[in-house]
Every structure is written in structure tokens, then in C-alpha cells.
């Protein structure tokens, strides 16, 4: 069936910044624009998502709001289709208006000018603040534009730090929390410490080292029930095209910005906390995968009991699953758990 093109404006925003799609005809319309950044409109962020066609402002449920890891953008992760729909795209098929935000300098959102030097000749790029400010820039689009006061948000790995401190800071705008893989204090020694040396603006991740990164702690014999083959190719050109230089390298390799290693080194590692959990009030879900190596289940057990002041806290371990949920057969099971969670009457909230 081809592609079902609506004339309506998704989001408030003109035609022309936005393609509307509904490739199986159940009614589901997709976005794709630029947002002002946090600086005014100086820079722009790129926001996509899918929600049901006919859902008018203030209808339905509170958006959910997406926010990616420390090295590959949002659009790559939870608006790519696999087998033909994306993390988001079944989310909306369930009636849940789903988006996921590039932070500054990640995938198609503007890059700063540092980001087309070589790394060395700037300091760490897109530092938390920068991103938790872009977070709140892409929340209050949709705030203002679907008419609900406040939004869900949905954070992965760094994502989940910064989804956390913004809950924190900001309770009136967010509605509930899900961590997903969450960072937090891990029981051994961090893998970078206290006392790097300059670490430059960004850092280049080769194609080579993506799919290993993918699989990392998950049984060998598991790679394939968990993650076909066409599903990893899938996910190395989306990655590889969100970068524009990418594929002029050997081997090919895309930029991340080092600014979520620097706030490690100045922050996790010495013990610091940078961001008050007690501050956030909002029903959370923390969810984490049992095969889980960069975020194991023990960093969500201590950020679980950390969240002391939310309303609803509730802590899911996802057999046979590890911090690549939303990219692997698992995430049916995530789409579940986070569904069920933000459509579920909860009466402390």
C-alpha cells in the first residue's frame, strides 16, 4: 500500500517541515522537523515522532519524549525501523504520541562549529547543561503544541541523567519518567577516571567498533535470536548517514560529541551526583536488561532507591535483554512495560 499523505499539520508546525506518512494505512501520522534550540532559534534540534492522525490538541495522552545515550542520536535509535516500524511507531499504534529529540551536535540537529574542527582544538562538546536545555526546548515544543501541560519523557543510558535532573528541576512540565538502562553508581571501578587528559571536543567511532559495543554481554549463542543480522546492518547505515562525514573516512566513522565524558570525569567518578534524585516527584519506571554491561542492574537498584520522593517508583529487569532494548527483539517487552505504565491510573499522581 503506498504511503497515505494527510493534509493536516502535525504539531502546529508548516507542511514544509514535516513529512506526514502513514505507511499502512492504520491512521498513525509521522513527523519529521526542526525545532528552535535552547539559544533563542539560534541553533535548531531535530525532533521526530508518530501519533494518531486524528488526535486534536489537549486530546489523548501525554506525549512521550524520547532522549538518546552519550554517542548516537535519537532518530537513529528510536525512529528506526526495524522490519518496518521503530520503537516510537509501535508505541503510537498502542494511541501513545511518541517523539526523540537529536541533542545539539548529534545526528541531523545543528553541530557547533567545534564539531567541523579537528577534535583537539576545542573542549568537550554538548555538556549537560547544554543538552538538558535542549531537552526542555523540544518538552516545551510539545507542551505548547499538542495542548497537554505536561509530557512524559523517556531517557536512555546518559539520556536518563539528563531525563531525571530536568524532572527534577521542572516537576510541573513532566508528567511521569521512564529510565530505561539508567546511569547511575556501578559496584566496580568506572572504566575512565579522575585525572584524563584533555579529551577535545569529540571523539570518532568507527564502524569496526559499533556492532561488538551492540552486543557487548550478550552469550554469543543469544546474537542472533536477539539481534538478526539485518537488524544490526540496518542500524550501521542509519548511524553512519546522520553523520555527513561519515563515510569519507577509513573506516568509516561518525563524531560524538565528549561532553558526557567530561561530566564523568568531573562528576561520577569522584562520587558526585549531578543532579538531586530526591528532587523528582514524578511516578518513574526504571527498566534495565539482565545482560545489561554498561548500565547493570545494579546502577538502576541504587537509582531506584535514590528516587526516594517520587510518587510511584517501580524497578523492571528484563530477562534475556541487555542495554540495547529498544533496538533488539526485546522491545516489544519495553513497549509493554512503558505502555502499560503511562496509560495506567495511578492515584499518587
Not at 576545542?122 to 523540544?138: F, N
Not at 555527513?244 to 565524558?261: C, E, L, Q, S, W
Amino acid at each position: 500500500m503506498p504511503p497515505s499523505v494527510s493534509s493536516e499539520s502535525c504539531l502546529g508546525g508548516p507542511l514544509s517541515d514535516q513529512r506526514i506518512l502513514d505507511p499502512r494505512g492504520r491512521g498513525l501520522v509521522h513527523l519529521e522537523r526542526m525545532i528552535p534550540g535552547p539559544d533563542g532559534g539560534a541553533s535548531e534540534l531535530f525532533l521526530s515522532g508518530w501519533q494518531p492522525a486524528r488526535m486534536r490538541p489537549g486530546e489523548g495522552p501525554p506525549p512521550l519524549l524520547c532522549v538518546h545515550g552519550s554517542t548516537f542520536p535519537g532518530h537513529a535509535t528510536f525512529d528506526l525501523p526495524l522490519d518496518g516500524v521503530s520503537f516510537l511507531e509501535l508505541l503510537a499504534a498502542l494511541g501513545q504520541p511518541a517523539y526523540a529529540v537529536d541533542l545539539p551536535s548529534y545526528g541531523r540537529s545543528q553541530r557547533s562549529n567545534a564539531m567541523e574542527r579537528g577534535p583537539s582544538a576545542s573542549p568537550p562538546q554538548t555538556r549537560s547543561p547544554e543538552a538538558m536545555a535542549a531537552v526542555a526546548a523540544a518538552l516545551n515544543v510539545l507542551r505548547r503544541e499538542t495542548g497537554h501541560a505536561r509530557i512524559a519523557l523517556l531517557g536512555w543510558s546518559w539520556g536518563a541523567a539528563l531525563c531525571a535532573a530536568l524532572a527534577g528541576q521542572d516537576p510541573d512540565a513532566v508528567a511521569r519518567l521512564v529510565l530505561v538502562g539508567p546511569q547511575w553508581f556501578h559496584e566496580r571501578p568506572p572504566i575512565i577516571a579522575p585525572g584524563a587528559t584533555s579529551i577535545g571536543a569529540y571523539r570518532w567511532v568507527p564502524l569496526p567498533d559499533m556492532r561488538p559495543r551492540r552486543m557487548n554481554g550478550t552469550p554469543p549463542s543469544e546474537h542472533e535470536s536477539l539481534v538478526p543480522d539485518a537488524w544490526l546492518e540496518t542500524w550501521e547505515r542509519a548511524v553512519l548517514d546522520s553523520d555527513p562525514v561519515a563515510r569519507f573516512r577509513t573506516p568509516p566513522a561518525i563524531r560524538a560529541p565528549n561532553g558526557t565524558i567530561q561530566d564523568s570525569l568531573d562528576s561520577w567518578c569522584i562520587g558526585d551526583v549531578p543532579y538531586d534524585p530526591k528532587a523528582v516527584r514524578a511516578p518513574s519506571l526504571l527498566v534495565v536488561g539482565e545482560w545489561d554491561q554498561e548500565t547493570p542492574p545494579d546502577q538502576a537498584r541504587g537509582l531506584f532507591h535514590a528516587l526516594s520522593s517520587a510518587q510511584v517508583r517501580r524497578l523492571v529487569l528484563l530477562g534475556r535483554a541487555g542495554h540495547w532494548t529498544v533496538l533488539d527483539r526485546r522491545r516489544n517487552e519495553l513497549v509493554h512495560c512503558v505502555h502499560s505504565f503511562l496509560s495506567e491510573r495511578l492515584e499518587a499522581s
